[in-house]
């Protein structure tokens, strides 16, 4: 069965600090990874996605993420956040059937 | 980038009703879609998936009368929850994909259903 944990359930950083979200997953072959992004009574943006190939994946808004085969982990990041950053970030973990398995998410406050 | 509408936003109505929302892909062909439920301050929970032309594949738990799923086109799914009770009212979101692997899912703005 696949699953994802996201240890941190709430993040606090300043406008202009880096932004590191963990992500550890368990699949049994290789995954595809996800992160979206919910802004309050919104859906799912998708923010990045890993499939294959370079395990430094690039995505909108100035996010990227790294996948750590040897770590089962696909954390995301940012150089330096904006206010409008403040939201929930989900991990997700799919596979040959397409289903995706959420992780718990993470809430992001920004604070100026 | 890819777009999925999804209607009514928020709705509000008796208990005993059916309710039915809609999903559509509007500018890619949605050979599968996902149905969620999300509660208050927690993550997404996958209902069921629906192929287009077939019957959807509910997950464990969920009720398959209560919450109908049609996937009629290429463009439209929807969940009808019939004979909707308090319990049912939260948020649900649609999601669609297309047929092929490297393309990922693409989500709808979610719907408010509260039953009164």
């Known amino acids: 069965a696949q699953s994802v944990t996201q240890p941190d359930i709430h993040i606090t950083v300043s406008e202009g600090a880096s932004l590191e979200l963990r992500c550890n997953y368990s699949y049994g072959a290789t995954p595809y990874l996800f992160w979206y992004v919910q802004s309050p009574g919104q859906g799912l943006q998708l923010l990045l996605k890993y499939f294959s190939g370079d395990t430094l994946v690039q995505g909108i808004k100035g996010f990227e993420a790294e996948f750590k085969r040897s770590q089962s982990s696909f954390n995301l990041r940012k150089p330096s956040v904006h206010w409008s950053d403040a939201a929930e970030y989900f991990c997700?973990?799919?596979?040959?059937?397409?289903?995706?398995?959420f992780g718990a998410g993470t809430t992001v406050t920004v604070r100026a | 980038g890819a777009v999925v509408s999804q209607h009514p936003s928020w709705v509000i109505c008796k208990s005993g009703t059916s309710v039915k929302i809609e999903c559509r892909s509007l500018d890619f062909q949605a050979t599968t879609m996902f149905w969620y439920r999300q509660f208050p301050k927690q993550s997404l929970m996958l209902m069921a998936t629906?192929?287009?032309?077939?019957?959807?594949?509910?997950e464990q738990g969920v009720e398959k009368d209560k919450f109908l799923i049609n996937h009629a086109s290429l463009t439209l799914s929807t969940l009808t929850v019939t004979s909707a009770h308090p319990e049912d009212s939260s948020f649900y979101i649609c999601s669609a994909k297309g047929e092929m692997a490297s393309q990922p899912q693409h989500f709808g703005d979610g719907t408010r259903l509260s039953i009164l």
């Open positions: 629906s192929n287009e032309g077939s019957k959807a594949t509910y």
């Open positions: 997700a973990v799919g596979g040959y059937d397409y289903k995706l398995s």
